[in-house]
C-alpha cells in the first residue's frame, strides 16, 4: 500500500494492471470477447480475400466485392469492439474513481487503463488469429462449394492477411484507447460513482408533442412503404433515398416517441395497479428507452439491410439457373452464318458429340407496341416474327395462339411490366398500312437466345408466311435465320462450349452459350451470397452482442430489485416471467420491425427477379430470427443466472 | 454466563394469540472444520399486536436472527411457527408464497424499486394476489393516509426524501395485511427528526391497526417505542424488557442500562 501512495513506480503499475485484471475475470471477459470475435471474423475474410485459389479465380468484379466488403468489415468491426469498450468502461466506472479516491493521478490512472488495454489487444490478436486459422478453412470450403470449385483446396498460412489484420487492430486499439482517456480526464469522481445508478427517469411526456412526433414517426415509415412501391421511374436513384431517409428517420421517431407515449399511456391507465410482470417489463423499458432509442434504431435498421442483402443475393443464387434458362433456349446458336454452323457441326461429330440442330427463319420488322404498354414515350424496336413450327422442329417446345393471335418473348426487358400489362395488346407494324397483330401471351422465357435483341413474337405457321408475303417487301424489313444446337448428353456440355468458344467463331452480337454462362453466373452469384452471407452474419452477430451486452449491464443495475422482489416473497419463476416479457420486447421489437422494412425492401426489388422470391426471402428471414433467438436466449439465461443468485 | 432475568409479564397480553413461536433455534455459518455458531438456541414468542425491539452487540447475532424468523434465511436447527404454519419445514416456493401472503419487510436502505413510482412500489406486493382493484385501491389509501404519503402516489423513489422513502416502504409492508412485520434498522439511514416521526408512526399503526411488528436496531431511542426489547449477545438471549404502561422517557432509561451492561465488552470497543 505504501508502495502505491509514494508515487507509482513502472513495475507496481503492471503489477497493479495484472491484480485488477486478476480480480475483474467477469468484467472483462465481454469485453475480450467482443475483441477476438472481431479479430476472428476479420481474419477469416483477410485470408479469403489472399488466398491463391480465390485470387486465381477472382475477376475483377470479385476484386472488388471483395475490397468493398472489406471496407464495410473493417467499419463494423470498429464500431463494435468502441461500443463493446463503451459498456464495458462504463461497468469499471466505480473501480476507476477508486483508483483516484486512495490518490491515483488521472494520468497513473490512464496510463493503467492504456497498459491493460494493450495486454488485452495483443491476447485477443494472439487467440483470434489462431482461431480464425481453423476456422478460416471451413469458410474456404463453404466459399468453394458455392461457387462450384471442385479440385482440391488447401489454406495457405497467409502473411498478408495476419499483417492486414494486424494493422487494422491496432487503428481500432489506438481509438478505443482514446476513448479511454476521455473517459478518465473528462469525468469528475463523482460522475464515475454514480455512473452504474444512471438512467433517465420517466417523464410525463408532453401529451400534444409527443403524439404529434409519436404519429409523424408513423407517417413516415407508412410513407416510405407506400412509396417503396411506386420508385420505378427516371428518379430511380432519387427515390431509394428518399424511402431510406424517411422509414430511417420514422424508426428513430418510433423508438424515441411513439413507443414511450404509449407505455406511458398503457402505464397510466394502470392507475398505479401495475402488477409483477409490467413492473418488470413495462417498467424498466420506459426508464431507459431513451437511451436505447440510438442503438435499437442502429440495429432495425442493420437488421433489415442484412436481411434484404442476404435475401437478395440468395435469390440470385437461387434463380441462377432459372434465369440462364429462360434467357437461352438453345445450348448455342448461330446467326446467319451457313459456313461457321457447318464448321461446328463437323468438329462436333469428329469428337463424337451428339446435339440437335434446327435452323429457324425471322422475319424482322421494325414495330412499336400500342401506347400505354410501356410508361413514357413508346418507341421502335424491331421485332423478330417466328413460326411456332420451325422452333419446335429445332427443338423448342412451343405452340402458338390460334386465330392469327401471337405470344410475345423477351425475358430481359418486357419481364419488369409483364404483371403489370392487361392482355391483350396489340403490336404496331411500322409498314405503310401499319399491320397489327395481337398479343394474347406472355411468354415466360426466350425462344431464341438473347444475344439477337430481338423481340420475338410468335406466330402460327400460317400467319407467319402470309405476313411474309405481305411485308417482306416493305423498307426495312429482313428475313434472317438463326442455326440453334441442343447437345444431347449433358457430359458433353463442357466440350461443346469450348468449342463454340474458339475465337474463330463469332457472333453478331455477344458470343455466349448457356454453358459457360451458366459457370459464370453461378460463380458470381455465389461470391455474392457468400459475401453477403458473411457480412449479415458479422451484422447479426454484432447488434445480437449488442443487445446482449446492454442486457447484462442492465441485469447487474437491476439485481437489487430481484433481491427485494425475493424478499417480498415472489418466486424467481415469477419474476423470471417479466423478464421474459421485457426480452420479447427488447429482442422482438427491432427485428419485428427490421423484418417488415426488409419485407417492403424486398416487394420494391423483386422487379429484379423473374420468379417468385418468397422461398429465398423466408428462408433468410428465418435463419436471421433463428440466430437473433439464440441470443434472446442467452441473454434469458444470463438474467435467470442473476435472479437466482440475488437471494 | 450471567443470565440476567428481567420478566415483568403484562397479564392482559395472555389471552392473545400467538404470532409467532421459535424454539431452540440454532444457526450456524462456514463448512466442516470452519463452523461458526451465530444463533446458539434462541427460544421467542411473539403475541399479536406486539411491537417487539431486538438490541445488542454487533455480531450477536440480530440481523441473522431475523433474517431466519423472516423466512430468508434458513435455521440449521429449531422450530419457527409463524400463525401455526411451521416454516421451517415449508419448501421454497411454499416459503416465498407465505412471505408475500404473511410477511412484511422493511430495510435499511428502503429497497424501493426506481423505475416504479411510490404508489406502484406500494402495490407490488397483492399484484399477484386475488385481490380485486377496488379493495386494492381502497387500501393503499388507507394506508397511505395513516403514513401520510398520499401526495406522492405518482413520484418517483429519486424524488423524495428519505423519510418518505422509508413510509414508502412500510406501506409496502403493511399493503398485504401481514401476520407480521420485519423491520432491519428502519431507522438506520434516517436523521433524527425523520427517523422518531417513523417510529411513532410505526408504534401508531401497531396499535390502531394491531399489526406484530418486530423491528431489529442498535439505537436505543428506537426501541424505545417498542412494547418489548430483547436483547441478544453471543447468540443467546440475553435479557427482555417491557414497556408496560411506563413512559417512553423510563423505558428509555431502562434500555440504556441494560445496553450500558450489556455493551461494555463489545460495543464500545469496536
Redesign the interface.
Known amino acids: 500500500m505504501s508502495r502505491l501512495c509514494s508515487g507509482v513506480t513502472a513495475l507496481t503499475l503492471f503489477d497493479l494492471v495484472i491484480r485488477s485484471m486478476r480480480k475483474n475475470i467477469k468484467h472483462y471477459y465481454l469485453y475480450f470477447f467482443a475483441l477476438i470475435l472481431s479479430v476472428v471474423l476479420y481474419f477469416v475474410f483477410a485470408t479469403l480475400q489472399y488466398d491463391s485459389a480465390i485470387l486465381e479465380l477472382s475477376g475483377t468484379n470479385m476484386g472488388t466485392a471483395f475490397q468493398a466488403a472489406g471496407i464495410l468489415l473493417l467499419f463494423i468491426a470498429g464500431i463494435f469492439v468502441v461500443y463493446a469498450n463503451s459498456i464495458f468502461l462504463k461497468r469499471r466506472s466505480r473501480e476507476i474513481g477508486l483508483y483516484q479516491l486512495i490518490g491515483l493521478t488521472k494520468r497513473v490512472v490512464a496510463r493503467l487503463l492504456i497498459v491493460e488495454n494493450i495486454l488485452l489487444g495483443i491476447g485477443a490478436l494472439i487467440i483470434g488469429i489462431a482461431v480464425g486459422l481453423l476456422v478460416s478453412r471451413v469458410f474456404l470450403l463453404l466459399l468453394m462449394k458455392l461457387i462450384g470449385y471442385e479440385s482440391f483446396i488447401e489454406v495457405s498460412f497467409s502473411v498478408a492477411a495476419v499483417v492486414q489484420t494486424i494493422v487494422v487492430f491496432i487503428g481500432i486499439f489506438a481509438l478505443t484507447t482514446v476513448q479511454m482517456i476521455v473517459m478518465v480526464f473528462r469525468n469528475t469522481l463523482l460522475s464515475l460513482f454514480n455512473s452504474d445508478k444512471a ?1 433517465e ?2 417523464k410525463k411526456p408532453k401529451t400534444g408533442v409527443s403524439a404529434a412526433f409519436g404519429l409523424l414517426g408513423l407517417l413516415l415509415i407508412g410513407f416510405g412503404y407506400w412509396f417503396s412501391g411506386r420508385m420505378l421511374n427516371e428518379l430511380f436513384f432519387f427515390n431509394i433515398l428518399i424511402v431510406l431517409a424517411t422509414v430511417i428517420a420514422g424508426t428513430y421517431l418510433l423508438f424515441r416517441v411513439t413507443i414511450s407515449w404509449l407505455l406511458f399511456k398503457v402505464r397510466s391507465r394502470k ?6 410482470l409490467n ?1 418488470l417489463s413495462l ?2 423499458l ?2 431507459r428507452l431513451k437511451g436505447n432509442a440510438n442503438s435499437l434504431t442502429v440495429i432495425t435498421i442493420l437488421s433489415a439491410m442484412t436481411l434484404t442483402m442476404v435475401a437478395f443475393s440468395y435469390a440470385m443464387y437461387y434463380e441462377t439457373e432459372r434465369e440462364t434458362d429462360i434467357r437461352m433456349p438453345f445450348d448455342f446458336m448461330f446467326d446467319n452464318n451457313e459456313a461457321q454452323t457447318n464448321e461446328i457441326m463437323g468438329e462436333m461429330d469428329q469428337k463424337g458429340i451428339g446435339y440437335q440442330h434446327g435452323k429457324v427463319d425471322m422475319l424482322v420488322v421494325p414495330t412499336m407496341f400500342e401506347q400505354g404498354v410501356f410508361p413514357g414515350e413508346s418507341f421502335e424496336r424491331p421485332t423478330a416474327i417466328i413460326s411456332d413450327k420451325q422452333l419446335q422442329a429445332a427443338g423448342i417446345d412451343i405452340v402458338a395462339p390460334k386465330d392469327g393471335s401471337a405470344s410475345y418473348h423477351d425475358a430481359s426487358s418486357l419481364s419488369m411490366f409483364a404483371d403489370s400489362v392487361d392482355l391483350p395488346i396489340k403490336i404496331e407494324i411500322q409498314d405503310e398500312d401499319r399491320t397489327t397483330v395481337e398479343i394474347t401471351e406472355m411468354g415466360e422465357r426466350n425462344v431464341i437466345n438473347w444475344s439477337l435483341f430481338y423481340g420475338q413474337l410468335v406466330v402460327s405457321d400460317e400467319t407467319y408466311q402470309s405476313l411474309k408475303n405481305k411485308l417482306s417487301g416493305m423498307e426495312g424489313a429482313k428475313i434472317e435465320y438463326i442455326d440453334g444446337f441442343h447437345i444431347l448428353e449433358e457430359k458433353d456440355q463442357k466440350t461443346a462450349s469450348a468449342i463454340f468458344q474458339q475465337p474463330k467463331y463469332t457472333s453478331s452480337g455477344p458470343h455466349v452459350d448457356y454453358y459457360s454462362s451458366y459457370e459464370e453466373s453461378v460463380q458470381d452469384n455465389g461470391l455474392m451470397i457468400f459475401i453477403a452471407g458473411f457480412l449479415g452474419l458479422v451484422f447479426l452477430i454484432s447488434t445480437g452482442s449488442i443487445l446482449y451486452f446492454k442486457q447484462m449491464t442492465e441485469a447487474e443495475q437491476e439485481k ?2 430481484y ?9 424467481g ?2 419474476i423470471m416471467k417479466g423478464i421474459i416479457r421485457k426480452q420479447v420486447f427488447v429482442f422482438g421489437l427491432p427485428l419485428a420491425i427490421g423484418l417488415l422494412h426488409s419485407v417492403f425492401a424486398m416487394k420494391a426489388a423483386s422487379f429484379f427477379f423473374q420468379s417468385d422470391i418468397l422461398m429465398p426471402a423466408t428462408l433468410a428471414m428465418g435463419v436471421y430470427t433463428l440466430i437473433y433467438t439464440a441470443f434472446a436466449f442467452l441473454t434469458i439465461g444470463y438474467y435467470r443466472k442473476t435472479v437466482n443468485a440475488a ?1 | 454466563m450471567t443470565m440476567l432475568k428481567n420478566t415483568k409479564i403484562d397479564t392482559t397480553q395472555k389471552a392473545k394469540q400467538t404470532v409467532l413461536h421459535a424454539q431452540n433455534v440454532r444457526k450456524s455459518f462456514g463448512s466442516r472444520g470452519n463452523v461458526q455458531q451465530v444463533l446458539k438456541g434462541i427460544d421467542l414468542h411473539v403475541e399479536e399486536g406486539e411491537f417487539v425491539g431486538i438490541m445488542g452487540p454487533s455480531g450477536a447475532g440480530k440481523t441473522t436472527l431475523l433474517n431466519v424468523l423472516a423466512t430468508i434465511d434458513r435455521a440449521t436447527e429449531g422450530t419457527i411457527l409463524i400463525s401455526g404454519s411451521d416454516i421451517s419445514r415449508m419448501k421454497d416456493a411454499k416459503l416465498s408464497a407465505f412471505r408475500r401472503d404473511q410477511l412484511g419487510f422493511i430495510f435499511q436502505d428502503y429497497n424501493l424499486l426506481d423505475t416504479l413510482t411510490v404508489k406502484e412500489n406500494i402495490l407490488l406486493p397483492i399484484s399477484l394476489g386475488k385481490m380485486k382493484k377496488k379493495e386494492a385501491e381502497a387500501e393503499f389509501q388507507s394506508i397511505s393516509s395513516i403514513l401520510g404519503i398520499t401526495e406522492l402516489a405518482d413520484k418517483y423513489p429519486h424524488e423524495i426524501s428519505g423519510g418518505q422513502k422509508q413510509r414508502t416502504s412500510a406501506a409496502r409492508a403493511l399493503i398485504n395485511k401481514p401476520s407480521m412485520v420485519f423491520a432491519d434498522e428502519p431507522t438506520g439511514a434516517l436523521d433524527s427528526k425523520s427517523a422518531s416521526s417513523l417510529l411513532g408512526t410505526l408504534a401508531d399503526v401497531n396499535q390502531k391497526r394491531e399489526v406484530t411488528i418486530m423491528m431489529v436496531t442498535h439505537d436505543p431511542l428506537a426501541s424505545s417505542y417498542c412494547s418489548r426489547v430483547v436483547f441478544l449477545k453471543d447468540g443467546h438471549i440475553y435479557s427482555e424488557l417491557y414497556k408496560g404502561s411506563k413512559s417512553r422517557q423510563a423505558f428509555f432509561q431502562e434500555i440504556m442500562n441494560v445496553q450500558a451492561v450489556l455493551g461494555g465488552d463489545s460495543v464500545d470497543t469496536l
Open positions: 438512467g427517469h420517466p392507475e398505479g395497479h401495475l402488477g409483477l413492473s417498467a424498466p420506459m426508464h437489487k430489485s433481491a427485494t422482489l425475493r424478499q417480498l416473497g415472489f418466486t419463476k415469477e437471494l
